[in-house]
């Protein structure tokens, strides 16, 4: 059971005996000629987080306007676009050579959808051993029928967490034939209600059985299911963030939760403690984050205001404990 107060155990002190690198070596994997800002929020949220240093695996067509964002991440245009495949072994070998030094991969935001990019995953699936949250395209990704992915999570489960939304759920659940339900978040079963930000609940009926199974078919993978409540789970013991963020859903805030839980996984691992205390830590700072933000910004708020606030709402968890 993750019990009360319990973040305090994954939140490292800072004294001046660390060194650079060691509170978290977080690398995006994603950017494309579409889409640069996804990746961009979830690396710099991994920094704002607590993180020491923030990594951006991108192609080249992406890498410009991601540099251009911040000098604070590591930008490297290691990702192949369509057309690009007579490239593809130097990109992989590349791509597996610089990520072999990170704590966690945050992979899928920004990613895109072309079949080289499956390639990629496939190698980079089988041979990195770092944590995994897979977000976004990547979530596309492993979807897909007949793909190869999934057997590999199926293997290595205890390095993936998948953080889906409501329509990646609908489609990771039709891979597997299971039935959708729409989530009922007030007939949720509390088991346990001791604490402001999250609830720990039954798996037995409902949406967070629906969950579980999910989590089982692919050997009790972490599964964090945002919604109204994200619902956490590892198809053995359910876990509900009750906390409210803001009321405007603008985009980027998963990219936020995905950067912040590859940071907060690895603390979690780093002290030897359940990978997914770090998912719950995750999901209340963006929450908190999200709150305070909406509180100045109302109408107008965006991603980035939101991120601002990262620290606060950290420091303030901090300080309940």
């Known amino acids: 059971m993750f019990k009360q107060h319990s973040f305090s155990k994954i939140i490292p002190f800072l004294d001046k005996t660390r060194h650079k690198g060691q509170n978290g070596k977080i690398a995006s994997i994603g950017g494309s000629f579409e889409y640069t800002g996804a990746p961009y929020y979830a690396a710099i949220s991994s920094l704002k987080g607590g ?42 070998n590349k791509l597996l050579s610089s990520t072999s030094i990170m704590h966690s991969l945050v992979i899928g935001p920004g990613l ?65 034939e299971i039935e959708y339900i729409k989530p009922d978040y007030n007939s949720i079963n509390v088991q ?22 999910l989590s089982r078919k692919l050997n009790n993978v972490i599964i964090v299911s945002k919604g109204q409540n994200d619902i956490i789970t590892n198809g053995k013991v359910g876990y509900a963030i009750h906390i409210e963020g803001s009321k405007k859903r603008c985009g980027g805030q998963g990219d936020i939760l995905s950067g912040l839980i590859g940071l907060y996984s ?11 205390q770090g998912c719950i830590l995750g ?39």
């Open 266 to 276: 690895y603390w979690s691992q780093d002290y030897k403690i359940d990978k997914i």
């Open 51 to 92: 993180g020491d240093l923030a990594y951006i695996f991108c192609t080249k067509s992406a890498a410009i306007p991601i540099k251009s964002y911040s000098p604070e991440c590591i930008v490297y245009p290691y990702l192949l676009e369509e057309g690009e495949e007579q490239q593809l072994e130097t990109a992989i």
């Open 112 to 176: 895109g959808r072309e079949q080289i990019t499956s390639i990629v995953l496939e190698e980079l699936f089988k041979q990195n051993n770092s944590i995994k949250i897979l977000d976004a395209d990547a979530l596309w990704h492993i979807s897909q029928k007949q793909n190869k992915l999934i057997n590999i999570i199926k293997d290595k489960s205890d390095q993936f967490i998948l953080t889906p939304n409501a329509m990646e759920i609908k489609r990771l659940l039709e891979y597997f």
């Open 283 to 321: 999901s209340v700072v963006t929450r908190r984050a999200a709150q305070i933000a909406s509180i100045k910004e109302h109408y107008s708020l965006t991603t980035p205001k939101i991120i601002d606030h990262i620290g606060d709402a950290l420091y303030s968890i901090f300080q309940d404990q």
């Open 192 to 213: 346990n209600d001791q604490d402001i930000n999250y609830q720990q609940i039954g798996i037995e009926n409902g949406y967070p059985r629906l969950m579980a199974e």
